[in-house]
């Protein structure tokens, strides 16, 4: 079996959008709304051998976030191939798929059933994400009614609990007060320390550098570096002096 668990090859990704007109200037001229085109992504190609943790880094908005839903197959690239391996997949990224009206308890469910795992599997590991999110009888009411933090501390508790081959991290070294941000930092670091392949996005250059053995470095949707976190990251830290 091959060592590459995923290839990324010319991957291109644009979102079109109208450009804003005055209504006078609409309904005086009659002109059609203009559509404008934003790449997102030009042509990012890397691979990542398996058990591999690789950083991601960039400044805001450069296609970091966009990368990663596209190799957790949220997103589809308008061109360019992403070959993955890994048996499953996980993308940890805060708030993601809930239903506001249905309950923590439902929500845990419709989760679980969308990253892949079967109703007993859900069962066995309801427990663990009840507990972990420290939800206790909230977890029976609709996810509406929740704070921002218990959303945050809900969907990191799913996700993790997963336990994926490919696990995709979106900044999520900082969920909810600071105990539960002491407590989340220790459950991600263990996962990447646990010999799985790990991809992660974070604006911290020490934890890209503390747990990353290869680093991918975007800018306005291109490649700039990908290699050695030492070399990448200095590179990057030149470029934005």
Not at 87 to 113: A, H, M, Q, R
Not at 149 to 171: C, H, Q, T
Not at 200 to 228: P, R, T
Request: net charge neutral.
């Amino acid at each position: 079996m091959s060592d590459i668990v995923l290839e990324v090859k010319d991957v291109h990704l644009s979102y079109r959008y109208y450009q804003a007109q005055a209504l006078k200037q609409l309904i005086l001229r009659k002109e059609r709304k203009k559509i404008n085109k934003f790449e997102a992504l030009k042509g990012i190609s890397f691979q990542v051998e398996r058990g591999t943790n690789m950083g991601i880094i960039g400044s805001n908005g450069s296609g970091k976030s966009t990368l990663l839903r596209i190799l957790a197959n949220t997103l589809t690239p308008d061109s360019g191939t992403v070959i993955n391996r890994a048996g499953s997949v996980t993308l940890l990224s805060l708030g993601v798929g809930f239903k506001p009206d249905l309950t923590g308890y439902e929500n845990i469910y419709l989760n679980g059933l969308l990253l892949g795992l079967s109703r007993k599997e859900i069962d066995q590991r309801m427990q663990a994400i009840v507990d972990f999110a420290e939800l206790g009888e909230f977890v029976h009411n609709p996810v509406r009614t929740y704070s921002s933090g218990m959303k945050s501390r809900l969907s990191f508790s799913v996700a993790i609990n997963v336990d994926p081959e490919l696990l995709l991290i979106d900044e999520l070294f900082s969920v909810g007060d600071e105990h539960f941000k002491n407590k989340s930092s220790e459950k991600i670091i263990s996962l990447i320390q646990d010999n799985r392949t790990v991809i992660m996005v974070s604006h911290s250059l020490g934890q890209i550098k503390s747990y990353c053995d290869k680093v991918l470095w975007i800018d306005n949707g291109e490649a700039k570096g990908f290699g050695e976190p030492e070399e990448v990251i200095a590179a990057y830290l030149e470029s934005v002096k």
